[in-house]
């Protein structure tokens, strides 16, 4: 089976698709602001040999007319369940609807078209959080998903999700995990924001990413700027020191994760070292604002910044909301 994730090869800047095909022409013509598109351009290639598999597997799924290869609203479904996508049959029914001329027929144009106006409607709104492996991430996470109910997206979760779930993807990208190295951008950066469709409109935090300019390059193109970035730091001996705790702490009753021994750890701490900084430095060239935390106390003592910073930027809110145009029309 075709899998559309093994199939991105664009790395540092997304490749502009060339459809060989006429009935497929003008897919990009509507490109519009980043995080308002279903597909990136290094996807439609994948998905336009998804395409043409699936609509040719059974008449139940499509066929070939006049304008090539079209689906039914059951091939679609099928292709969104190829590639991953979620979708209800509610949103099913609406890409359909967009996208269809009327004749129960999607061809591969109508079918991007009509999938980025329903999929990439608004998109989330990203707080980023970064730091070294053992920072402390997930912990916070998890603390702002339940007090302040923003969604809560791990980008190593994601990629745990598809290790244990034993999937093409997942098989690839364990070993490149064992070895406490980063997995592809483009992989990573398309199965974020896959999931973060799930959530049109809300406060998404991504745990655990940029993790490397190019991620932070792709993200800014696909999503758009995010609101804000966490920065969780501390010295390297506590996230060793943590990082070991976690792992011996596993053995009762956690699941214990693979890459949380001693020499794994090394190699990530290694990894982080080599791309974080740039990362962060053009992450402030693009003006995201980042707060810096000092995660070497313990979780309460990270809330605690995080708190006193909301405190201190209150008034800033408030002159927002009477005089100056705030994002929400405060
Ligand atoms: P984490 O759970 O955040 O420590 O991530 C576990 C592993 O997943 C990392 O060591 C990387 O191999 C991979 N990974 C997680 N996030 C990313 C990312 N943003 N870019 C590349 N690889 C990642």
Request: charged share 30%; hydrophobic share 35%.
């Amino acid at each position: 089976m075709l899998d559309c994730h093994t199939n991105i090869r664009c790395s540092r800047k997304f490749q502009t698709w060339k459809p060989n095909d006429a009935s497929t022409n003008a897919t990009t013509e509507e490109r519009k602001k980043p995080g308002s598109i279903a597909f990136a351009d290094c996807e439609t290639d994948a998905i336009a040999d998804l395409f043409l598999h699936v609509s040719g597997k059974s008449l139940e799924n499509g066929g070939i007319d006049d304008k090539g290869s079209y689906l039914s609203l059951n091939g679609v479904k099928e292709l969104l369940n190829n590639i991953g996508e979620k979708v209800d049959a509610k949103i099913l029914e609406s890409i359909f609807v967009e996208a269809d001329s009327n004749n129960g027929k999607i061809h591969l144009k109508e079918f991007l078209n009509g999938a980025d106006k329903v999929l990439g409607d608004a998109p989330a709104r990203i707080i980023l959080v970064v730091g070294g492996p053992g920072s402390g991430k997930g912990i916070l996470c998890r603390r702002l998903a339940v007090e302040c109910g923003i969604v809560h997206l791990s980008s190593g979760d994601l990629l745990r999700d598809e290790v244990n779930n034993d999937t093409p993807l997942g098989r690839e990208c364990a070993e490149i995990m064992k070895r406490g190295e980063l997995v592809s951008s483009a992989v990573i950066t398309a199965l974020v924001r896959r999931r973060m469709r799930a959530f049109p409109g809300r406060r998404v935090l991504l745990d655990g990413f940029p993790r490397s300019l190019d991620n932070a390059y792709d993200f800014m193109e696909l999503c758009g700027t995010p609101e804000l970035a966490l920065h969780l730091e501390c010295e390297d001996t506590l996230l060793m020191e943590r990082i070991l705790k976690r792992s011996r702490e596993a053995t009762d009753g956690v699941k214990e994760r693979s890459d949380d021994n001693f020499d794994t750890a090394v190699r990530r701490i290694r990894t982080f070292h080599k791309y974080h900084k740039p990362t962060m430095d053009w992450l402030s060239e693009q003006h995201v604002p980042i707060v810096n935390l000092d995660c070497s106390g313990s979780p309460g003592n990270v809330w605690d910044q995080l708190l006193a910073v909301g405190r201190l930027m209150r008034p800033a809110t408030q002159l927002s909301k009477n005089g100056l145009k705030s994002e929400d029309g405060g």
